[in-house]
């Protein structure tokens, strides 16, 4: 029925005003704004006018190079070694501070590896920034697969018919309802080195055998946590969606899948999972993109450290943008990680495609 | 091949029972249909058969086994659901193999009885499609495929033409009979529609409320039904239900009449009546003949004429205020408000004992 109101296309617009006007805001606007600032010089606050300065803030962040070091010889040619037996090499610093080398100029080494006797070393104009690229794709490669896999395990699960499942149900949902600030400070307590409950559990299932780690203090295990709590964390979200698709498969397709006398594993390999394939596209790519945005669990457990092991690409955004002030920076590096979902969420779509 | 035989079987879900004691014989090779109104327990009792519902008491034995506590699988039961239940992301071809894929058969043994299942069914060249692409007759028809192909004892059909269209339903309803003279197997089939029901059967089970109320051939339920409810259940339209009052019984012949129906001797009688009582006199519109208004046992006004060419159906109202049907098997056009007499014969005509 078309009345007045839904032929109106002025009403329409004005109802649509506000949430327009908010999206565009605080997404649009600030979404082209960072595309701009990362071709300037643009600081939070500063005397100075901005200047554009093209792809520098890129080349700042994304600089690589790899030299190669000849080990120290002595007067006969052979090659020094230190108390260890090591092969001493100079320093990276005689190349990078070297007027010969201005290609490398403030380059720090990232890390280096040993083919015979010359040593090879990576050397990147930002490494914290390297740093934080690959804890944010170790996250996503680990935080994707295992969180996704257990949300359909649990969501097999209470998707049975049994008397009281809606308590499960609440249950893995409740961390989601949570603030992940909140679910943050709890954890922090909960990893602590000295008193921690995690330390206390071990140590009670092991009959006082286990030797407290401090988790979150530990360069080794602090990331490894930080992935164990946030797949704890979002998992239940996860399980209602599968749920959900889960919920649109036809009964009378597990019938005749009965009938023609599939056993569990082969129901779920021929019924369960293709019907569920829409799903898994979506759940895939949503914690692909929540994983990206990894921020909150850091900001609060670690800022960081120690020694950069939790560094991550949007918490390094952040940091820099307003904590250095350096707004073209930070938009740099949000530009970065754009392109990058934009181009996992594109191979993941091609990958997944309907053949 | 095998015989399926129901002793005293009972279904209750909690407190509600849903079938209260089955008996029911049907012999290798029959095809015997479930029939009755909705709810009345006659998908309930297939899907026991098949082994998707619990038995709750009673015994069920397929070719002499009891398969009470059996999953589906070992009973040799082969089923197509109305909904065809055939697997949306599988071509036809995977989705006819399935059973075989199950349980892991060689390649080669798969294509030969997927093929056979397919030229059986005249759809070979529907192979390859995905059921997105198919009409919902292919799509039955795939279903029924599947079901061939791993050669079950015992095939079942539940409601297998309520989603297709009328003209659909005519074509299906046919070749399953073919199949069934083709293959030669035990069919059990459900449906609510009479029509498919007295085409297809061998012998007919009719339930209401979870009790058998009568099995028997199509013709013998027509020409003989045991109760008021197969009766009027079986045959379009309904058989006529008069209240009559019996005056005379003697040999098993009852003098009947109303108000608006002459006094006439019905040798059908299906119920023991006494004399004295109310009975039901039933007649199927069929039988009904139009003559003059003092003419014929019963007298009445046309309410209404249906010409549907080789057919007409008359709405007559009684003068004791009650409606009958007749059917006349000629196009004829009897105007509303004129005065009718109906005759009919008394050998076709049915006493019983109990009133609707």
New interface residues.
Partial sequence: MASKLTRSTGAGWAFALPGFGLIALFIIVPFFFAFGLSLTNQRLISPNPTEYVGFENYRDLLSLSVITLEPERDDSGAVIRDEDGEIEYPRVRTITRSDDFPQYRGMREWFRWQSAETARVVIASDVVFMKALVNTLMFVLVVAPVQGGLALILALLINQKLRGINIYRAIYFMPVVVSIVVVSLLWRFIYDGNDGLLNNLLSAITFGGWQPVDWLGNPDTALGSIMAMSIWQAVGFHMVIWLSGLQTI?P??Y?????????KW?TFR??TW??L?NTAVLVLIVITMQAFALFAQIDVMTNGGPLDSTQTVVFQAVERGYGKQDISGGSTISVILFLLVLTISLIQRWLTREK | MADVRLKNVRKSFGAVDVINGVDIEVEDGEFVVFVGPSGCGKSTLLRMIAGLEDITSGTLSIGGTVVNEMPPKERGVGMVFQTYAIFPHMTVRENMGFGLTIARAGKEEKDRRVNEAARILQMEHLLDRRPSQLSGGQRQRVAIGRAIVRKPSVFLFDEPLSNLDAALRMDMRMEIGKLHQQLEATMIYVTHDQVEAMTLADKIVVLRDGEVMQVGTPMELYHNPANLFVAGFIGAPSMNFLSVDVSEVADGVALVSNPSLDPVRIGSVKQPVAVGHKATLGIRPQYLHPTDPDKGMLHGTVALTERLGAETIVDVAMKDGTKIIAALSEDRMLDPGTEIGLTFDTEQAHLFAEHP
């Fill in positions: 036809s009378t397709l019938e005749a899948a009965e009938i023609e006398g599939a056993s082969q021929y019924v293709p019907g394939r």
